[in-house]
């Protein structure tokens, strides 16, 4: 199964012709994840070809309209194409009493239940864990309670050499075990080794997301590593007052904790109305990190 990031929108508080404001579709290893909800996101879904009915889990960094004007609007259509299946909604408190006042003044009623689950915003920890997946959330420094996010795969099994196996008569019932990294008696009682039927798995992969945030090096502990981050750059070193004065970060920024951060590859967005293209922060993130690019609505990436 695949691990993919499709931006839906990546500028910042204004949107533009070219730009829409913040949200992410993660599909990682059939779980499939909206990070952030700007206004128009349902159009986006349906402009990028990506299923909005699908989605299991919806992540909100923080209350600030462009991460989340777009949202009563997309649960309004999922009912109106008839859902029924309920949808996990994790984010700051104070999320829940925005849907029950946009729903009840509207005059809205789902067919679905909206499970609203409170995140700190303070401290690390777990959003959601399944056997497949782990989500976990930590706090960025902005002007409002905000949450970075990263998503991992939990630990693969190894992988079954099936013509081996069939050609020695290994029966189907060991195959479990010998994946998970077990040995297994035969029915002569002989050992039957897990590496002389399988080959080392697949590395897990992880994605972490950095919504707005100040330069924060704090945040480096817990995105190390990953194999794609995610980090705002609203602003070019032009703006750098702006940055510290909005508690944004510049290309730079993104850059630097990349690069502290180790990771595989920094893709930045956020980016302001003010800037037409992403040219002039590709440049300025390339001095200090190689591995990074500018990222454009509907731009899709492996992880």
């Known amino acids: 199964m695949s691990f993919s990031i499709t931006i839906l929108g990546s500028g910042a508080a204004l949107p533009t012709n070219t730009r829409n404001p913040t949200a ?3 599909e990682c290893r059939g779980r499939r994840i909206l990070i952030d909800c700007g206004e128009g996101t349902q159009v986006q879904f349906r402009k990028f070809g990506v299923k909005f009915q699908r ?11 462009d991460h989340f004007f777009g949202l009563v609007g997309l649960l309004s259509s999922m009912h109106l194409l008839g859902r029924k299946k309920p949808i996990e909604i994790y984010g700051p408190e104070g999320l829940q009493q925005i849907l029950d006042v946009q729903l009840q003044y509207g005059g809205s009623r789902l067919a679905f239940d909206i499970n609203v689950h409170v995140l700190d915003t303070k401290n690390a920890g777990v959003v959601f864990e399944d056997e497949k997946i782990i989500i976990k959330h930590f706090p ?5 309670p905000t949450n970075g996010f990263v998503i991992s795969e939990k630990s693969k099994e190894r992988t079954l050499l099936i013509e081996k196996c069939q050609r020695d008569g290994i029966k189907i019932e060991h195959y479990q075990y010998l994946k998970k990294g077990e040995n297994v008696l035969g029915e002569n009682g002989k050992e039957i080794r897990f590496k002389d039927y399988t080959l ?3 590395k897990s992969k992880a994605y972490a997301f950095c919504s707005d945030t100040k330069y924060f090096e704090a945040i480096v502990p817990y995105i190390e590593k990953v194999n ?18 909005t508690l944004h970060s510049t290309a730079n920024d993104a850059a630097g904790i990349a690069k502290r951060a180790k990771v595989g590859k920094l893709l930045m967005g956020h980016l302001s109305a003010r800037y037409e293209n992403g040219k002039q922060h590709l440049l300025e993130g390339q001095t200090i990190f190689k591995n990074c ?11």
Do not use: M, N, W
Request: aromatic residues 12%; negative net charge.
């Open 140 to 144: 960025l420094s902005h002007k409002v």
């Open 24 to 26: 992410q579709f993660i």
């Open 200 to 202: 080392p798995a697949e």
């Open 228 to 245: 794609l981050l995610y980090h705002e750059a609203t602003f070019t070193e032009e703006f750098k007052d702006r940055a510290k004065i």
């Open 55 to 65: 989605l299991e889990y919806i992540l909100i960094s923080h209350l600030h309209g």
């Open 293 to 303: 690019c500018v990222v454009e609505d509907g731009d899709k990436f492996e992880v």
